[in-house]
């Protein structure tokens, strides 16, 4: 009986081995496979040569400028002359110097802060770095002649004959050549946000902006000063806050045209294409292919087409989502009538309802939730197509963030528009949210 009962165990032991080793056998595979092609795209794309060409030191400096403005303090030395200016703007020299730049183009002094100060004499200059000591240059004809303070030369210091760089810290910089002397000072912020450099609301005070707006004394003729405030803001022509708007009206728009256009095309022809439906098999199967068409030319490649037919702006955004969405809508749309149940379409019918009252309130009350659901969700996601559609020119805040980049602007610009891109995809998705609470589970979260 003991033996028996020895031998009844180890058979069902064996049988739970084996059935484990059967179970886990598919995953080891998948795992191995996995491991495999992450190994061969690892070599086909030469990502370990990629990893080496790749400069992290200029991903830092983007990054930086995107929330740090230079100002260049810079004296020429075959004029003589020399001015202050902020670097990326087109109308930002200061015409009085700031208080920490002292001094004529003869002869001035720089504080950069916390004791760096760099001394401006003729075409010579004197650079005091804590810790390090003083380093002088002089252009002495055509060569730049560099004395340095004893000890070895640290690796933010580089002096030739044609050329000195000193960068001690990433906030400060010296540059002399033979031609100027440049100093760079960084400070974080977005300079000139609120108002242009040559605005006379410029660097003014939160109280005193509401100071100014009430007072009864006119900064222009033409309108009243609240109104002046808001448009020196609103046509500020650094950031350009007017156009920014309105590009991001003009994506908006593209998103919610386009998939409404998309739903509307969409629905009766999902109806056309469901065979409980529709009973002809050859025009279901033409609409199908229809939608396979429509939707397997990406959107990218319409908005190209439409671009060429119909030139820049919105509308060829509008019908590039349309075109690509009416196929991805009409399949989904006719999967969920595919889906219905059969008997609440009878129950309406045996009331001796029509054809259409039958859709009515048989059919759209089932579909209703998954085509508000799934529209709402196409709107959410057309919102960010529509940006990168935007970019190739078909317009909006995808056209303005490319043009920022092409003509090099400080990158706190593109940061702006990237950081309001982020922003309203955010007011769609949380909108897109409340909205489908409210049609589905009548605003009560689930």
Not at 25 to 32: A, E, G, I, N, S
Not at 49 to 65: C, F, N, P, T, V
Not at 183 to 198: A, L, M, R, S, V
Request: proline fraction near 4%.
């Amino acid at each position: 009986m003991v033996a028996a009962t020895e031998q009844s165990t180890a058979l069902m032991a064996e049988t739970v081995r084996v059935s484990v080793r059967k179970a886990s056998t598919v995953p080891m595979l998948l795992l191995v496979g996995v491991a495999l092609y992450l190994i061969y795209a690892w070599n086909a794309f030469d990502i370990t040569a990629l990893l080496e060409r790749a400069q992290l030191s200029k991903g830092a400096l983007l990054i930086s400028d995107s929330v740090a403005y230079k100002t260049h303090v810079t004296k020429n030395l075959r004029r003589g002359d020399f001015e202050v200016a902020i670097e990326g703007e087109r109308h930002a020299t200061y015409k009085d110097l700031p208080d920490w730049v002292r001094g004529d183009a003869d002869k001035f002094s720089v504080d950069l802060g916390d004791g760096y100060v760099v001394r401006v004499e003729d075409k010579s200059l004197a650079f005091e770095v804590p810790g390090y000591g003083t380093i002088r240059s002089e252009l002495v004809g055509k060569k730049i002649v560099t004395e340095l303070p004893e000890g070895p030369v640290p690796d933010w210091l580089k002096a030739r004959d044609v050329k000195l760089d000193a960068r001690p810290t990433f906030s400060r910089r010296v540059q002399m050549s033979r031609a100027k002397i440049e100093i760079h000072k960084f400070d974080y912020g977005w300079e000139n946000f609120w108002f242009p450099f040559t605005s006379v609301l410029h660097g003014k005070s939160f109280g005193e902006l509401l100071e100014i707006a009430g007072s009864p004394e006119r900064l222009d003729a033409d309108m009243p000063n609240w109104r002046f405030i808001l448009s020196s803001f609103w046509g500020n022509p650094e950031w350009q806050h007017g156009i920014v708007a309105v590009a991001l009206f003009e994506t908006i728009l593209m998103a919610v045209l386009g998939t409404v256009t998309a739903a509307a095309c969409g629905l009766p022809l999902a109806f056309v294409a469901a065979s409980n439906f529709n009973p002809n098999g050859t025009l279901r199967f033409v609409v199908r292919r229809i939608f396979d068409f429509v939707r397997g030319i990406d959107m990218l490649i319409w908005s190209l087409i439409f671009i060429r037919a119909f030139g820049l702006g919105p509308l060829t955004g509008s019908l590039a989502i349309a075109f690509t969405d009416t196929g991805s809508l009409g399949k989904l749309f006719s999967e969920a009538l595919e889906n219905i149940d059969r008997k609440q379409v009878e129950g309406v019918e045996s009331t001796g309802a029509n054809r259409w009252q039958r859709y009515r309130f048989g059919v759209i009350p089932q579909i209703l939730p998954v085509f508000t659901s799934q529209f709402l969700y196409y709107v959410e996601s057309n919102t960010r197509s529509a940006t990168v559609i935007g970019a190739l020119g078909a317009g909006g805040i995808g056209l303005v963030l490319v043009e920022t980049m092409r003509t090099q602007r400080d990158w706190e610009n593109t940061f702006y528009i990237i950081g309001l891109i982020i922003v309203m995809v955010f007011i769609m998705d949380s909108s897109s949210s409340w909205l489908r609470r409210k049609l589905i589970a009548g605003g009560e979260k689930r």
